[in-house]
């Protein structure tokens, strides 16, 4: 099924023209607001929350007299898939039907929560951490439809996605690595899907021809 994705740097537009298919381009659209001041309703929220599902900035999706709700609702989550630590780079599907965060101001259903670090701090010791956060999220998206595309599976697809910059804040990742990580990550991931019979056996040479620090046309 066809996901759009709405993506809350203006920045990503650049690096996204320069790498991305035209059939991945098409179902991403660039916003240049934040998403506390966006009116746009979402399946899915990116969060680029710890390893350790604190939402200490939770208000948004959580009630007002139950800030800790989301919090609540991600870590019980996170100890039946990982034993209570998702580690960064990893993405985890959090429902948030039947949860006080739903209904909320976005109708969104399930935060996409992709760690970039283990708590708070400065994590641009890891080159790739934008890149596999996005992979993740992409493969859970779509393992998340193929379930729910199945009968009596009682789930519902997710076919909206709002995303902002991750590790951009705290993390000190700037906004043009993570703008490269998160195209290159959307355009090798439609490749694997558009050619499964390469990427279900990949050779030294495929996987050295995917550098994910090449110089690109606004570079200079």
């Known amino acids: 099924m066809t996901i759009e994705f709405t993506l809350f740097v203006d920045q990503w537009r650049q690096s996204f023209f320069a790498l991305i298919p035209d059939e991945v381009r098409d179902r991403v659209s660039f916003?240049?607001?934040?998403?506390?001041?966006?009116?746009?309703?979402?399946?899915?929220i990116v969060s680029p929350a710890n390893s350790f599902g604190r939402f200490d900035g939770g208000e948004v999706l959580a009630p007002a007299d139950d800030l800790e709700a989301l919090t609540r609702a991600a870590?019980?989550?996170?100890y039946q898939r990982w034993r209570g630590f998702a580690p960064p780079g990893t993405c985890t599907l959090i429902p948030l039907t039947g949860t006080p965060c739903h209904p909320n101001p976005y109708d969104c259903r399930y935060i996409a929560l992709c760690p970039t670090m283990r708590f708070p701090s400065n994590v641009t010791?890891?080159?790739?951490?934008?890149?596999?956060?996005?992979?993740?999220?992409?493969v859970a998206i779509d393992e998340h439809n193929a379930r729910a595309a199945e009968k009596d599976s009682g789930l519902a697809p997710i076919?909206?996605?709002?995303?902002?910059?991750?590790?951009?804040?705290?993390?000190r990742v700037s906004p043009a690595v993570c703008a490269?990580?998160?195209?290159?990550?959307?355009a090798h991931n439609?490749?694997?899907?558009?050619?499964?019979?390469?990427?279900?056996?990949?050779?030294w040479d495929?996987?050295?021809?995917?550098?994910?620090?090449?110089r690109l046309p606004m570079d200079g």
């Not at 490269?180 to 959307?186: D, Y």
């Not at 439609?190 to 050779?203: G, I, T, V």
Request: charged letters at 15%; a negative charge.
């Open 31 to 44: 916003v240049h607001t934040s998403l506390q001041q966006s009116n746009t309703t979402f399946d899915c």
């Open 75 to 78: 870590q019980t989550v996170l």
């Open 125 to 138: 010791w890891h080159k790739e951490i934008v890149y596999n956060c996005v992979w993740s999220l992409l």
């Open 159 to 171: 076919a909206s996605v709002g995303m902002t910059g991750l590790a951009t804040g705290v993390g």
């Open 180 to 186: 490269r990580q998160t195209a290159l990550a959307f």
């Open 190 to 203: 439609q490749d694997a899907k558009n050619r499964p019979e390469k990427w279900s056996s990949l050779s």
């Open 206 to 214: 495929d996987i050295l021809e995917m550098p994910l620090n090449g």
